[in-house]
């Protein structure tokens, strides 16, 4: 793959799931995590163009969500304040909790996506031993981590990254065991670009909120985040070898994957997040004479009639019409698909802050403009493979160029402003 179509690849998966991430924000949580890790996964299907990777897209969009949405149980809301504060130690260690938090994301979507990508007919994934063992390292390495060594990152919030610390360490055992080279690769770079993308999107957020400019900043990192983590587990995907997995797929398998991506996600995130309360309050945050309720009540029934509709046309295409012939001799069908997807998380995202009510939300309008964008650079992608292997002594050198970046800007963020609303401290 020549430098120019890799960045495309790059930008393309980038602005992907970078948007779904930034509409994130609005719901939150392991459903919300799931439903942009799914647009990360299905875009990189599309760039591919791999006939054998069509017939088996909604497994991969879903292997995606779940491994982007397990990070979800994650908090972050303390280290992000650690960050924030004005002391070089506090504020080190926020941006690298925050690596390795972006990183648990990153890794466990990226690991999850690309063991989908080498499951074949010929060395098939035994998933339900990788499961096993994933919570069986989630279990021992909380306990460990925790409950005996007592490292927390994160007092008194949940813990819960150490139980995805011990999912990951399981994956790459499991990986390295069965010789999934390709997959560690995607793993390895959705996790370092979901760990820079976190960190450095929070330093974009506190330089924000210093320069005064009136903007959604915290939306800034959560974009930062998907941005990066997209598009590092697109360049482990297309600079990695991978075996043909057939072109056909039993049509029955997909049933599951087509329900939990177009109604039960999207309807976790409707009953989670379009609550009574919170839209009353942001009504009439923004136009107090406003019939509140009666809005409300029109909202909420729009998304729900949004989400059942989505999933029904989904399902009829996608498996009645079946779905294999479909998606293998018409890639249109699969774009279909994902601009409907990641659409009607848009119009979700808009429905939730009421911005189609009012423009005191710019940055949702962002998101259209994200979505045009993608449109007009989807087609413009030539697909190539590269086989580029495991360099660990390449990474480890990244790893600690990394690590003196985020020291540089430590630096910079302590000697740019006094003290910041929500600031936290870890160490006195």
Not at 68 to 75: C, E, P, Y
Not at 365 to 374: G, K
Not at 386 to 409: D, E, K, P, Y
Request: charged residues 10%; positive net charge; hydrophobic residues 50%.
């Amino acid at each position: 793959m020549n430098n120019r179509q890799l960045l495309y690849s790059l930008l393309i998966a980038g602005m992907s799931l970078g948007t779904a991430w930034a509409i994130r924000g609005q719901f939150g949580h392991e459903q919300g995590a799931a439903w942009a890790g799914g647009i990360g996964g299905l875009i990189i299907v599309l760039l591919a163009k791999r006939k054998d990777w069509y017939a088996k897209a909604f497994h991969l969009a879903l292997a995606s969500a779940a491994g982007w949405g397990v990070g979800g149980i994650i908090s972050y809301g303390k280290v992000v304040g650690y960050a924030r504060g004005l002391e070089f130690g506090n504020v080190y260690y926020g941006f690298l909790m925050l690596f390795v938090i972006g990183g648990l994301f990153g890794l466990i979507g990226g690991g999850l996506f690309g063991l989908t990508l080498a499951s074949t007919k010929e060395k098939p994934v035994k998933w339900p031993q990788l499961i096993v063992e994933m919570t069986v390292g989630a279990i021992i390495f909380y306990y460990l981590l925790i409950e005996e060594f007592g490292w927390t990152m994160t007092p008194p919030r949940s813990e819960a990254w150490a139980a995805c610390f011990g999912m990951t360490v399981a994956m790459f055992w499991f990986m390295l065991r069965n010789k999934q080279y390709a997959a560690i690769r995607v793993a390895v770079f959705a996790g370092l670009g979901g760990g820079f993308g976190f960190a450095f999107g929070n330093f974009l957020q506190v330089m924000g909120h210093v320069s005064g400019v009136k903007f959604n900043f915290w939306n800034v990192m959560e974009y930062s985040i998907g941005f990066f983590g997209g598009a590092g587990m697109a360049y482990g995907t297309f600079t990695s070898e991978w075996e043909s997995s057939g072109d056909s797929i039993s049509k029955k398998s997909i049933i599951a994957p087509i329900i939990i991506l177009t109604l039960l996600i999207p309807f976790f995130v409707w009953d989670q997040s379009f609550e009574t309360e919170r839209l009353i309050e942001t009504i009439k945050g923004f136009d107090p004479i406003a019939d509140a309720a009666g809005i409300t009540t029109y909202v909420q029934w729009v998304a729900l009639l949004l989400v059942i509709a989505f999933a029904g046309l989904s399902f009829y295409k996608y498996y009645i019409l079946k779905h294999g012939e479909l998606l293998q001799h018409d890639d249109r069908a699969l774009q279909l698909f994902f601009f409907g997807n990641l659409g009607l998380y848009t119009v979700y995202s808009l429905l939730i802050t009421c911005a189609f009510m009012s423009l005191y939300r710019i940055e949702q309008y962002l998101y259209i403009a994200n979505l045009i964008v993608i449109g007009f650079l989807i087609n413009k992608f030539q697909p190539s493979f590269s086989n580029r292997g495991l360099n660990v002594s390449r990474w480890a050198v990244n790893f600690l160029f990394v690590m003196a970046l985020f020291a540089i800007l430590t630096a910079v963020a302590v000697s740019s402003h006094g003290e910041l609303k929500g600031a936290n401290s870890r160490f006195e």
